[in-house]
């Protein structure tokens, strides 16, 4: 595993953005734009990260980005990339289709799974914040049980959808979990998916103070208490094979009782209306999936 020392000292995300303080993408993006070396041509569409990218001529970016339509991402990353295979520059570009979680899970998920069905040539990474965060935090399809939004005010019902999994079933050659607290996770994931062709999917849990309602100097704790209680795992599955990584890994290795999921809910204001019962379910949940990572789990 890269340690934090040893990333390329090249930057891509140039200082100052729109973003919030705090906000867990761009310390995402910092990984994903190293570990492809600043060789790429992303496809990005309405959302937080169009923010974050900024309005020409002010662009926090150094790398060509395209905006794009709402549902169209995965169809517009599939365009560059057949674009650059004509022009000759596939094998010196990496096209990176990057959206929100609503943008890939409800808005998006049509032009994605055709992409992934065909298997299209490009890395697809899903920034999850868990919500509809740029027009002011609603409720998005992998917006977590209990999170108050503007359109759920008592807090959601439902459990998430399970991207990673839904991208797994579609059998494409690489998929992984991560989180933007980890940086050198993502960075090594993108490395890792950067080496392969086809459609390759990274799905990064991605830590928002305004929406999830915690102090921004708490991103990163946040995100490391995430994977602690098991809500969010590291994981890949390349050619089919699950393993986990980093701090997954190192739980699962050290066999003992994961964080009680309790501890993470009480850090974010977005929770205060879950009850005892409430959280007894979602603590079930994980329970339930961290025995299933465990059991695929091929790690040594
Ligand atoms: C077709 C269309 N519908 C709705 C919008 C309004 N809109 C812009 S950003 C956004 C939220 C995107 O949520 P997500 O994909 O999770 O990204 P985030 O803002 O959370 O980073 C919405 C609904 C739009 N720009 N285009
Ligand atoms: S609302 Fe959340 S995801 Fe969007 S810029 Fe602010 S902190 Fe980042
Ligand atoms: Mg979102």
Known sequence: ?????????????????????????????????????????????????????GMYPTSSVDVPWINVAFPSTAAAAAGAAAGLRAMGKADDMTVLAMAGDGGTGDIGIQALSGAAERNDDF????????????????????????????????????????????????????????SAAYPTDVYDKVVRARGIHGLRYIHMNTPCPSGWNFDPKDTVRLGKLAVECGIVVLYEVEGGVFRLTGRSAALAKAGKPLAPVAEYIATQGRFKFMNAEAIAEVQAWVDERWTGYVGRNTAE
């Open 1 to 53: 595993m890269t340690r934090i020392a040893e990333l390329p000292v090249d930057e891509y995300i140039l200082p100052g953005n729109r973003a919030c303080a705090g906000c867990g993408i761009g310390i995402g993006l910092r990984a994903i734009t190293k570990a492809l070396d600043g060789k790429m041509v992303m496809t990005v569409p309405a959302s937080c990260l169009t923010v974050l990218g």
């Open 123 to 178: 890395i697809y990474l899903c920034y999850d914040n868990e919500a509809y965060m740029n027009t002011g935090t609603q409720r998005s399809g992998l917006t977590p049980h209990g999170a108050r939004t503007t359109t759920t005010w008592a807090g959601k019902r439902e459990n998430p959808k399970d991207m990673p999994r839904i991208m797994e079933a579609h059998n494409i050659p690489y998929v992984a979990s991560t």
